[in-house]
């Protein structure tokens, strides 16, 4: 079992940058195929970015691509995600997640593939 603990939210100017972080507990974080959703007030937990457990694929949804990048440290047992050029329509709580299982594409899109979940940290994008 691994612990999921997000950081780095805040609150940014339309167009700013934030460096989001998620630390896992455990010494097998190289067994987790990672990643990232968002769910802003009144609407579904979506797919932000996902990440293979070698971090050798990696995937993007449409609204983010170009602006996010993902990446994780497998001997820090850290994911981080960089969110560049953000917009107001970015403003959600963050979620890291994690699954054990292995994809043909290297990670999983959809939130019923991951097990595990932090808390959430707060990203707010003003206008």
């Known amino acids: 079992q691994v612990q999921l603990v997000e950081s780095g939210g805040g609150l940014v100017q339309a167009g700013g940058s934030l460096r989001l972080s998620c630390t896992a507990s455990?010494?097998?974080?190289?067994?987790?195929?990672m990643g990232w959703f968002r769910q802003a007030p009144g609407k579904e937990r979506e797919f932000v970015a996902a990440?293979?457990?070698?971090?050798?694929?990696?995937g993007y949804a449409d609204s983010v691509k170009d602006r996010f990048t993902i990446s994780r440290d497998n001997a820090k047992n850290t994911m981080a995600l960089q969110m560049n050029s953000l917009k107001p329509e970015d403003t959600a709580v963050y979620y890291c997640?994690?699954?054990?299982?292995?994809?043909?594409?290297?990670?999983?899109?959809?939130?019923?593939?991951?097990?595990?979940w932090g808390q959430g940290t707060q990203v707010t994008v003003s206008s």
């Open positions: 455990g010494r097998t974080f190289s067994r987790y195929a």
């Open positions: 997640a994690a699954t054990t299982k292995y994809f043909y594409s290297g990670y999983a899109t959809q939130a019923r593939n991951y097990d595990y």
């Open positions: 990440i293979s457990q070698s971090g050798g694929s990696t």
